[in-house]
């Protein structure tokens, strides 16, 4: 018995001897340090302006991971393709995107729309949702929550989920 635990022992050794070298091999540089400390008080203006409407299911993640570990308030100023989805019009076509808005407004996110961006698109303020106020200008909006000390946050939307495996489709973990 003693001498199956010393051939495991053995075995063990050898068997991981290559993983610890090759690990030492493909990282010269050592291992990421962890510092998860918290955060002061910061509030932040969102400069939303997408071509995509999909995009704002991006921002939605993004605003909900920033709302969790920095606290302060949260502006999101629309001016740009993406307000159709506000559209009371268009509630059927983009219930799921709209939905997800509409939770962050519950939860005291600001949306504020451009004026001059809505009357563009070809819609009144009558035509917008409910949560959301229409403010003169998008860019002035920024401009005057900057001036007041809020921190300008330009989300530019990629998804980083499974990008490690473009690299090593290998380690792809099988499909359950």
């Known amino acids: 018995m003693k001498q199956l635990r010393c051939l495991a022992v053995a ?3 050898v068997c991981s001897t290559p993983l610890f070298a090759a690990d030492k091999d493909l990282s010269p540089y ?33 605003i909900n991971n920033v709302n969790k570990v920095l606290p302060g308030k949260t502006v999101v100023v629309l001016h740009g393709p993406e ?22 407004s519950k939860e005291g996110v600001e949306f ?15 035509d917008i949702v409910g949560f959301v106020t229409v403010i003169p200008a998008g860019f002035a909006e920024i401009a005057d ?16 989920k ?12 099988a499909a359950k």
């Open 11 to 13: 075995l063990v050794a």
């Open 30 to 62: 050592g291992t990421a340090k962890v510092d998860l400390h918290k955060y002061g008080t910061v509030n932040r203006v969102y400069d939303v302006n997408y071509p995509e409407v999909q995009h704002l299911n991006g921002l939605a993640g993004f």
């Open 83 to 104: 307000i159709r989805v506000f559209a009371k019009e268009n509630y059927e076509k983009y219930q799921g995107i709209l939905d997800k808005m509409a939770g962050l």
């Open 112 to 126: 504020r729309m451009c004026n001059n961006a809505m009357h563009g698109a070809g819609f009144e303020a009558k």
């Open 145 to 160: 929550l900057q001036a007041k000390g809020y921190q300008l946050i330009m989300p530019t939307v990629t998804a980083v």
């Open 162 to 173: 499974d990008s490690r495996y473009i690299d090593q489709p290998g380690r792809k973990p």
